[in-house]
């Protein structure tokens, strides 16, 4: 039946209205009355299960989305023990509740929003499978075995007979392609579920990834938003991390949590046969052959970097790469640096470039967002992340929860007055900036920075000072298209023409499936179809409505085939429903997927 903390709630009070809609809901559940169930949403509702019911990462809408949920769902989940976790709270006629229930296989949390017509947001999330809890607190592993025991391994020891034996005596059963941030917490993850697990990474060192990045970058989200799991950064922690920080913190982390992971280890080929996969590995210069039964792309939240090709490329003297390959603005004193593009990673090199005493251009080719960070941190994150909101109780899991529980199609209405706050805050700023004829923009329905990274993940610059620069005409701007190279030059489609020693292509990078045209065939990479973006319909996102990031975090077309990435906390928040997902087939645990994507758009 179900439980709350407080049994004689008053009449009409949120917790007494919480308590009469759980219980109504499990009577509803339990009887198998699906009508009754879908009754008690709002006309408008949603609701977002994480792996929970569905096996998948799914938003239904509406009671007709709800009774097609339960229809598919309800007997396997078979969920039960509905409860509230506090005390709910109420604002602006809606009532908030953080409640817990279990299903036939595992322990859940999720929260629920209620307006006078019944629920009108739910969210519910799997967070442990019975029978299969994480070794943590009361289930602490001891560390060592006391008594007399011959030929006693030492735990450095145990360590390196398992490194010796994974991948070669013994293969992982889930191989993870890319060892950043995201690969390194799903390995966390996986380590700590038992999941025999093998991260594979080209560099030399865990953190690379970050390391051999541009000298300047650093983290433009503040610390509270990018803990890994396991292990928070430390109290003293700068709030925006140097990228060599990052990179280090990696390392240690991948040491810490023991997370079984190759370096200099290249994927050359992957195919599937219908039971496993065969991932052929340059390790250091040895050939490895694995045969997981998953295999995870974990390359970040974007695929390969996007290289215009200009002509007259080939004439041009100087330097030219893309962005992801700048080495720093060291070697550039005295000399005239273009820039094609103008999201964070062009301004980032514009700013340092210019710091290092080049002459600076940048290409502004279509229009960008641009937020200051510190309107960012006040106005976007506070509430949530950040020490005030750690102060009034909101932990990163929390606020984790809090995010997680906002369906997708009615985020941009919430984020609008959150931009617009943000716009008159900054009104000089912002007229300065287009007085020196920068293009502004602030996404298609004006939702601003957190959108246009959910729908298509470019288009905006977090400004760390870079902006300054430009309103000031310290990094000269142009606007227009690139036409040619030539010798020494870049030549927009006006005519206008740019000396250049150095030409840095800041412009983006492809959908994560392109690693898998490279290296499984184009044919599964069309299998899965794009990765990234929600369908809005909006610039570079293309429609139909799939209310949930593409191919991300959940079961694809291509059987045993997986993706995992974006920032740090995407990183780790999902590689825990990932996790979950891979540790109920590692165990043979039933795991019917509803709602299984669609194909609409190949890249």
């Known amino acids: 039946m179900t439980q709350t903390i407080d049994r004689t709630a008053p009449a009409g009070s949120p917790q007494a209205r919480v308590d009469a809609w759980l219980q109504a809901f499990e009577a509803a559940l339990k009887a198998r009355d699906i009508d009754a169930a879908a009754g008690l949403f709002a006309t408008d509702s949603y609701w977002r299960d994480l792996v929970a019911f569905t096996?998948?990462?799914?938003?239904?809408?509406?009671?007709?989305?709800?009774?097609?949920?339960?229809?598919?769902?309800?007997?396997?989940?078979?969920?039960?023990?509905?409860?509230?976790?506090?005390?709910?709270?109420?604002?602006?006629?809606?009532?908030?509740?953080?409640?817990?229930?279990?299903?036939?296989?595992?322990?859940?949390?999720?929260?629920?929003?209620?307006?006078?017509?019944?629920?009108?947001?739910?969210?519910?999330?799997?967070?442990?499978?019975?029978?299969?809890?994480?070794?943590?607190?009361?289930?602490?592993?001891?560390?060592?075995?006391?008594?007399?025991?011959?030929?006693?391994?030492?735990?450095?020891?145990?360590?390196?007979?398992?490194?010796?034996?994974?991948?070669?005596?013994?293969?992982?059963?889930?191989?993870?392609?890319?060892?950043?941030?995201?690969?390194?917490?799903?390995?966390?993850?996986?380590?700590?579920?038992?999941?025999?697990?093998?991260?594979?990474?080209?560099?030399?060192?865990?953190?690379?990834?970050?390391?051999?990045?541009?000298?300047?970058?650093?983290?433009?989200?503040?610390?509270?938003?990018?803990?890994?799991?396991?292990?928070?950064?430390?109290?003293?922690?700068p709030v925006f991390a140097p990228k060599d920080k990052i990179a280090d913190w990696l390392e240690m982390y991948t040491r810490v949590m023991e997370v079984p992971y190759w370096t200099r280890a290249e994927v050359k080929s992957a195919a599937y046969d219908g039971t496993q996969w065969t991932v052929t590995v340059d390790r250091d210069g040895e050939t490895v052959v694995l045969q997981p039964k998953q295999l995870v792309f974990a390359t970040g939240m974007s695929g390969k970097p996007n290289v215009p090709s200009f002509p007259g490329a080939e004439l041009f003297q100087g330097d030219q790469h893309h962005s992801s390959q700048h080495p720093g603005p060291e070697g550039y004193a005295g000399r005239k640096a273009v820039v094609i593009g103008s999201n964070n990673s062009a301004h980032d090199i514009c700013a340092a470039l210019w710091e290092h005493g080049a002459d600076?251009?940048?290409?502004?080719?279509?229009?960008?967002?641009?937020?200051?960070?510190?309107?960012?941190?006040?106005?976007?994150?506070?509430?949530?992340?950040?020490?005030?909101?750690?102060?009034?109780?909101?932990?990163?899991?929390?606020?984790?929860?809090?995010?997680?529980?906002?369906?997708?199609?009615?985020?941009?209405?919430?984020?609008?007055?959150?931009?617009?706050?943000?716009?008159?805050?900054?009104a000089d700023f912002y007229a300065r900036l287009e007085q020196a004829g920068f293009d502004l923009d602030w996404g298609d329905d004006d939702s601003g920075l957190f959108m246009k990274y959910l729908r298509r993940g470019s288009g905006y610059y977090i400004d760390v000072g870079a902006s300054e620069l430009v309103a000031d005409g310290k990094i000269k701007l142009v606007r227009g298209q690139v036409d040619r190279l030539t010798r020494d030059s870049v030549v927009l489609a006006d005519g206008t023409e740019l000396d250049a020693d150095l030409v840095v292509y800041a412009t983006g990078y492809g959908s994560m499936n392109g690693w898998v045209a490279d290296l499984a065939g184009q044919e599964m990479a069309d299998r899965v179809g794009k990765c990234w973006g929600l369908g809005s319909g909006t610039t570079k996102d293309p429609g139909p409505w799939e209310g949930e990031e593409r191919n991300m975090w959940k079961p694809t077309r291509q059987p045993g085939l997986w993706f995992h990435g974006g920032n740090l906390h995407q990183s780790r928040y999902y590689s825990l429903f990932l996790a979950l997902q891979l540790k109920a087939r590692y165990e043979g645990i039933p795991a019917p997927v509803y709602g299984l994507q669609e194909v609409h758009h190949l890249s």
């Open 55 to 237: 096996w998948n990462i799914k938003t239904v809408e509406g009671r007709a989305g709800v009774a097609d949920l339960l229809s598919a769902c309800l007997d396997g989940a078979d969920p039960s023990g509905f409860h509230t976790t506090e005390p709910p709270a109420e604002g602006d006629g809606v009532v908030e509740a953080w409640i817990e229930f279990e299903t036939a296989t595992g322990r859940c949390r999720g929260h629920l929003r209620l307006n006078d017509e019944g629920a009108w947001t739910l969210l519910t999330s799997l967070h442990e499978l019975k029978g299969f809890e994480e070794p943590c607190r009361q289930r602490r592993p001891k560390g060592v075995r006391h008594g007399a025991v011959e030929d006693r391994l030492s735990w450095a020891q145990e360590r390196e007979r398992e490194q010796a034996e994974l991948g070669y005596g013994q293969q992982p059963y889930v191989v993870v392609i890319g060892g950043g941030q995201g690969g390194i917490a799903l390995g966390a993850r996986l380590r700590q579920l038992g999941v025999p697990a093998l991260v594979l990474e080209r560099n030399d060192r865990p953190g690379d990834s970050w390391r051999k990045r541009y000298r300047s970058l650093c983290l433009h989200d503040p610390v509270w938003y990018d803990h890994l799991p396991y292990l928070p950064f430390p109290e003293n922690w």
């Open 360 to 426: 600076v251009t940048m290409v502004q080719r279509s229009s960008t967002h641009i937020v200051r960070s510190d309107s960012l941190m006040d106005i976007a994150l506070g509430d949530l992340y950040s020490e005030k909101a750690v102060a009034a109780g909101v932990t990163t899991d929390r606020a984790d929860t809090i995010f997680a529980s906002l369906p997708y199609r009615i985020l941009p209405q919430l984020q609008i007055p959150v931009y617009q706050a943000i716009k008159e805050r900054d």
